[in-house]
């Protein structure tokens, strides 16, 4: 991890938030208490940036300055509201074609995913701001600058974030390897957001369950499934044809 990239120590973290800077994720040694522990609480919840308790030797070993017991790590990226990502998108008059990312870890694949989402017309990328690694160089250099330019929303809630996209007219499409149709069934021309979960466990049970379609990709044989950077890429480009 870059060391220009941390912030070290309670009032350098609390300065950075309230001064708007973004934060991937805030890092508290085990037992750590204090006043300003609570206040940095408060303000990494209302600003949707997730808190691990870790060992104190993970700090030690990202910083060899006097940490207080809170390391957190910088966001090369800015995150941006949904809901006025929703409105800006609205307001150019060209329906939104969003991707929302559940439980991907690997952050070469969200990198490929952006890259592809860019290319394909799509406007914005949807992260949790948990269960997920954070953003980093590597990240960067797969998607060849395109997170630079996606318009990123990190959400607290995948679920709540589902009920707002829904509630502005826009339709959530999921992928799934027992989807009820073939991916290119789905009427992309719509106002869509299609979401994506990690190989390992796919969509959550949950936010499929509240979708309004899900989806399969077609395959030969009866080999496992696509990478998921793969099965965007699918669903992206039909949506991009479908789109004209």
């Known amino acids: 991890m870059p060391q220009s990239s941390l ?64 390391v957190a790590q910088g966001a090369l990226f800015s995150y941006l509201d949904l809901q006025q990502v929703i409105d800006q998108v609205v307001s150019t008059g060209i329906a939104p074609l969003f ?31 948990k269960g997920m690694a954070a953003l980093n160089e590597d990240a960067l250099k797969t998607s060849a600058g395109a997170l630079a330019v996606l318009q990123l929303c990190r959400v607290s809630s995948l679920p709540v974030a589902i009920a707002l996209l829904r509630l502005n007219g826009i339709l959530v499409y999921a992928s799934a390897m027992d989807g009820s149709q073939p991916v290119f069934e ?44 793969v099965a965007a890429g699918i669903f992206l480009y039909e949506a991009m044809k479908q789109r004209g």
């Open 186 to 229: 789905l009427d992309y021309r719509l106002p869509c957001c299609l979401v994506f979960g990690s190989e390992e466990k796919g969509v959550q049970s949950g936010i499929r369950q509240s979708a309004d379609s899900t989806a399969r990709i077609p395959m030969a044989g009866s080999f496992n499934s696509f990478n998921v950077s």
């Open 7 to 70: 912030i070290v120590g309670r009032q350098a973290l609390i300065e950075a938030i309230q001064a708007g800077r973004s934060i991937d994720k805030i890092y508290f040694s085990r037992n750590v208490s204090g006043a300003s522990i609570g206040d940095i609480r408060r303000l990494a919840k209302a600003n949707r940036i997730p808190i691990q308790l870790v060992p104190p030797e993970k700090l030690r070993s990202l910083t060899r300055a006097a940490h207080q017991g809170v």
């Open 99 to 129: 991707v929302l990312l559940d439980g991907i870890t690997d952050v070469r694949n969200v990198g490929a995913i952006a890259r592809t989402a860019l290319c394909c017309g799509a406007q914005a990328l949807v992260l949790p701001s």
